[in-house]
Structure formats: structure tokens, C-alpha cells
């Protein structure tokens, strides 16, 4: 039998476990709420096998997924879906902007790609970023890689834009496309702050300082000044389809007008050079590159540790908005775009 010594000395062994038990949870706890915060980066030193480089933090080179095909020499298909201009989302199925010129970056960099197949299935986006894509493509075209377009559903405004610098491109008789044109929108949401009983207050050093303000209707001045800035957007795109089409400006200022074509529409007025689906446009980029064999690949993203730490802390982090009220007191910013918007 124990003796009351023994089961005496038994219980403070029982305490300091639940002390120790206790002290992980908090552990654990604290952990969940720091890392949110910017304690993830410390992981990050050991999520690339312990290494002990030190300098800014570089996104890891994009992967080969061979699609087809085998050989040295690279076809690359670079996918862009969705709207463009948009930030990159570590758990979403489309790449975003910066995803996108890393892959175009990446491609014309490789000695082994011989050729890009841009599958483009997008109504637009923002100018800004559009530019951006479209000047890396020609960078990659400088680079001597050939550039296919293979569009897929839809490829308007922004998508076509994109489009425009590649040796051909393809579109399915049923793309819609076109709509070639600039649009910035403005919201008024004067009345819904009447009926909540809100009020601004602006104090501007100018006139203009809040043009586009979603609380008044514009002036005839705010009204001119916008005008001028989708102009001259509107010359832009008509300046990249001429360049990268061939097509006379006037006969480009003829069918720029924002309507949506077919892509059997878009064939007949020079807009693509012809109809088919992704494969045609693979064998396309093969036949203009010079190629007999090729590897057909996509790039993917590393699905280390590191990588996705990193995709964690460059995502914006959401707002908590339960009535929406942000988005009336706060709207955001209007943004000048290449975008087809029914």
C-alpha cells in the first residue's frame, strides 16, 4: 500500500502538468493571434530548409507542368482570366497581375522557350494594368519569342489589348471581343446619404481637388476634364491596335467605337487572323517558331511552405465591413479602364 508520503509527493507532479498543458494552449493562442500580424516572416527563415540567406525576400522561380509534347525546346502557355489588374490570390484559380508579368518575365528570360501561347478569356481591366502586360509582351517579342493569342470565351477591351502586339491570334467563332474603347464610371450616392442623415463636409484647396466626388452631380468643368482623360486613353488603345495590327487609324477609329464582336466578326474586320481553340493556336506558335517538336508547358506556383507564407503576407488583408457603410462614407477611388462592363 502507498504511504501517505508517497501520494503526498504524487500531486504536485499532477499540478505541474496541467501547468505545462496550460502553458502550450496560451502558447498556441498568442502564436494565432501574432503571426496575422507579421510574425509569419520569422517562419519563413525555416521554410526554405533552414537557409540563412540574407536580403529581401524573392518569390520562388515558376515550375513546369508539361501539357504535351516532349523535347528541349518550350512552349509556354500563360493564362490570363478574369479581370485584369487584379492582385494575386495565393487560393484562386486565375493568376494576378503581378503572377502574370512574372510568368511573361520568366518566359522571355529562357533560352529553352521558343514560343508564348497567351490564352486570353477576360473582359478587361484597369488601364494601367493592361499597359503594363502589354509592355512586357513586347518585351518578350523583342526578346525573340514568338507570341500566339489563343482567346477563349471572351477577350474584350483590355483582353484585347493584350492581345494586340502577338503574330496571330486565334479566337472561336463564338469569342466575344471588340469592344475597344475606355470607360470610367461614377457612382452618386447623394440620395442614400439624405436618407441615412449623413452630410460631408469638403474643405479643397481647388475646385477640381474632389472631381469625381460620388456625393454631388459633376460641373460642366469636372465633366470636361474627364472627358479629356478618357480620350486620351482612347488614343492609346487606338494606337496599339494600329501598331499591332497593321490596320489603317482611320478604319481602327471605325470599329473602336465599344461594341462587342464575334470572333467570326472580329475575323472579317482584321481584328484576328483566325478562328480556332487552343490547340490551333499551340500549332500556330510551333509552325511560326520553326518548330517540329516542342514541350508544351504552364508554369505553376512552388507549393512549399515559403511560398505560400509569402503569398499570405502579400495578400491585402480584408476590412471588416458588417453593414457596408465603408463602402458609402469611403468609396472607393474611380478607375480609368479598358473593360467591357454591360
Request: net charge negative; aromatic share 6%.
Given at each position: 500500500?502507498e504511504?501517505?508520503?508517497?501520494?503526498a509527493?504524487?500531486?504536485?507532479r499532477?499540478g505541474?502538468?496541467?501547468?505545462i498543458?496550460?502553458?502550450?494552449?496560451?502558447?498556441l493562442v498568442?502564436?494565432?493571434?501574432?503571426?496575422?500580424?507579421g510574425g509569419?516572416?520569422?517562419?519563413?527563415?525555416?521554410a526554405?530548409g533552414?537557409?540563412?540567406?540574407?536580403g529581401p525576400?524573392?518569390?520562388?522561380?515558376?515550375q513546369?507542368?508539361?501539357?504535351?509534347?516532349s523535347?528541349?525546346?518550350?512552349?509556354?502557355?500563360?493564362?490570363v482570366s478574369?479581370?485584369?489588374?487584379?492582385a494575386?490570390?495565393p487560393f484562386?484559380?486565375?493568376?494576378?497581375?503581378?503572377?502574370?508579368l512574372?510568368?511573361?518575365k520568366?518566359?522571355a528570360?529562357?533560352p529553352?522557350v521558343r514560343?508564348v501561347?497567351?490564352?486570353?478569356?477576360s473582359?478587361g481591366?484597369?488601364?494601367?494594368?493592361?499597359?503594363?502586360i502589354h509592355a512586357?509582351?513586347?518585351?518578350l517579342?523583342?526578346a525573340?519569342?514568338?507570341?500566339v493569342?489563343s482567346?477563349?470565351?471572351?477577350?474584350?477591351?483590355g483582353?484585347?489589348?493584350i492581345?494586340?502586339?502577338?503574330?496571330?491570334?486565334y479566337?472561336?467563332?463564338?469569342?466575344f471581343?471588340?469592344s475597344?474603347?475606355v470607360?470610367?464610371?461614377?457612382?452618386?450616392?447623394?440620395?442614400?446619404?439624405d436618407n441615412?442623415?449623413?452630410?460631408?463636409?469638403v474643405y479643397k484647396s481647388?475646385?477640381?481637388?474632389?472631381?469625381g466626388?460620388?456625393?454631388?452631380?459633376?460641373?460642366?468643368?469636372e465633366?470636361?476634364?474627364?472627358?479629356?482623360?478618357?480620350?486620351?486613353a482612347y488614343?492609346?488603345f487606338?494606337d496599339?491596335i494600329?501598331e499591332?495590327?497593321?490596320l489603317?487609324?482611320?478604319?481602327?477609329?471605325e470599329?473602336a467605337d465599344?461594341?462587342?464582336?464575334?470572333?467570326a466578326?472580329?475575323?472579317e474586320?482584321?481584328?484576328v487572323?483566325?478562328?480556332g481553340?487552343l490547340?490551333?493556336?499551340?500549332?500556330?506558335?510551333?509552325e511560326?517558331?520553326?518548330l517540329d517538336?516542342a514541350?508544351?508547358?504552364?508554369?505553376t506556383s512552388?507549393?512549399s511552405l515559403?511560398?505560400?507564407?509569402?503569398?499570405r503576407?502579400?495578400?491585402?488583408?480584408?476590412?471588416?465591413?458588417p453593414?457596408?457603410l465603408?463602402?458609402?462614407t469611403?468609396?472607393?477611388?474611380?478607375?480609368?479602364?479598358y473593360?467591357?462592363?454591360p
Amino acid at each position: 500500500m502507498e504511504t501517505e508520503t508517497e501520494k503526498a509527493k504524487e500531486k504536485p507532479r499532477g499540478g505541474r502538468g496541467w501547468l505545462i498543458a496550460l502553458s502550450i494552449i496560451i502558447g498556441l493562442v498568442l502564436s494565432c493571434a501574432i503571426l496575422p500580424l507579421g510574425g509569419m516572416a520569422l517562419l519563413l527563415a525555416f521554410a526554405d530548409g533552414g537557409s540563412t540567406s540574407s536580403g529581401p525576400l524573392t518569390a520562388p522561380r515558376w515550375q513546369e507542368q508539361t501539357v504535351m509534347g516532349s523535347g528541349l525546346d518550350r512552349v509556354v502557355i500563360i493564362e490570363v482570366s478574369g479581370t485584369i489588374g487584379v492582385a494575386s490570390d495565393p487560393f484562386g484559380s486565375s493568376l494576378g497581375q503581378n503572377d502574370i508579368l512574372s510568368q511573361i518575365k520568366q518566359a522571355a528570360k529562357d533560352p529553352l522557350v521558343r514560343a508564348v501561347v497567351l490564352r486570353v478569356d477576360s473582359p478587361g481591366g484597369g488601364v494601367v494594368a493592361s499597359s503594363e502586360i502589354h509592355a512586357e509582351l513586347v518585351k518578350l517579342r523583342e526578346a525573340g519569342k514568338t507570341l500566339v493569342v489563343s482567346m477563349g470565351a471572351t477577350a474584350a477591351s483590355g483582353g484585347y489589348y493584350i492581345s494586340a502586339p502577338a503574330e496571330r491570334i486565334y479566337a472561336n467563332k463564338d469569342t466575344f471581343t471588340g469592344s475597344l474603347g475606355v470607360i470610367l464610371s461614377l457612382t452618386n450616392y447623394g440620395e442614400a446619404f439624405d436618407n441615412l442623415g449623413l452630410k460631408s463636409y469638403v474643405y479643397k484647396s481647388g475646385n477640381l481637388k474632389d472631381i469625381g466626388s460620388p456625393l454631388r452631380e459633376p460641373t460642366a468643368e469636372e465633366n470636361a476634364v474627364l472627358q479629356r482623360v478618357v480620350d486620351e486613353a482612347y488614343q492609346g488603345f487606338v494606337d496599339v491596335i494600329v501598331e499591332g495590327r497593321g490596320l489603317p487609324r482611320e478604319r481602327v477609329l471605325e470599329i473602336a467605337d465599344g461594341r462587342i464582336y464575334t470572333g467570326a466578326q472580329a475575323l472579317e474586320l482584321g481584328l484576328v487572323d483566325e478562328l480556332g481553340n487552343l490547340e490551333e493556336a499551340i500549332a500556330g506558335a510551333m509552325e511560326l517558331a520553326n518548330l517540329d517538336s516542342a514541350l508544351v508547358v504552364r508554369y505553376t506556383s512552388s507549393s512549399s511552405l515559403r511560398s505560400l507564407l509569402l503569398s499570405r503576407l502579400s495578400a491585402p488583408q480584408a476590412t471588416s465591413d458588417p453593414l457596408g457603410l465603408r463602402n458609402i462614407t469611403d468609396p472607393p477611388a474611380p478607375v480609368l479602364e479598358y473593360r467591357w462592363r454591360p
